[in-house]
């Protein structure tokens, strides 16, 4: 089960958060990220994680050609909804395929967890929230 991790820079802390507050289970999962978001990953959790283009060079697009071929099953993009990003296309091409495969997507905090929770059901995993 491979879920893709993603946050805009003034998101980058929550996600930071979370995946510190769910890193039991998120241990469990085959992990991507686009890159920045993955390097502060790794640098905060040491989590095994995929990284990818930065966004504005092209993650987006490599995450949602993922989607596309079916071999990323959920997405967590704590999206920042109040700065106008360059790359806004690819974004918006993102949030579509999600929707096009009917992959789980989570665009903010409050439902990150559910989206983590909906993968580790697949895996037949409980979810053990740390927080
Ligand atoms: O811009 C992003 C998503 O649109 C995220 O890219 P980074 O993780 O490289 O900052």
């Not at 241990?27 to 640098?43: C, K, S, W, Y």
């Not at 490599?62 to 079916?70: C, T």
């Not at 903010?108 to 927080?131: K, M």
């Amino acid at each position: 089960m491979r879920l893709a991790l993603i946050a805009h820079d003034e998101k980058k802390p929550d996600l930071i958060e979370f995946a510190q507050n769910r890193q039991d289970d998120l241990e469990h999962l085959d992990l991507m990220a686009t890159g920045t978001t993955g390097q502060r990953l790794i640098d905060a959790t040491g989590l095994d994680i995929e990284r990818k283009e930065s966004g504005p060079l092209g993650g987006d697009m490599q995450i949602g050609a993922e989607i596309a071929s079916e071999t990323c099953h959920g997405v967590i993009f704590l999206r920042d909804p109040l700065t106008a990003q360059p790359h806004e296309p690819d974004i918006t091409a993102l949030l579509r395929i999600c929707d096009v495969h009917d992959v789980p997507l989570a665009t903010n905090l409050a439902s990150a967890d559910a989206v983590l929770d909906e993968l580790l059901e697949q895996l037949g995993d409980e979810p053990s929230r740390n927080g």
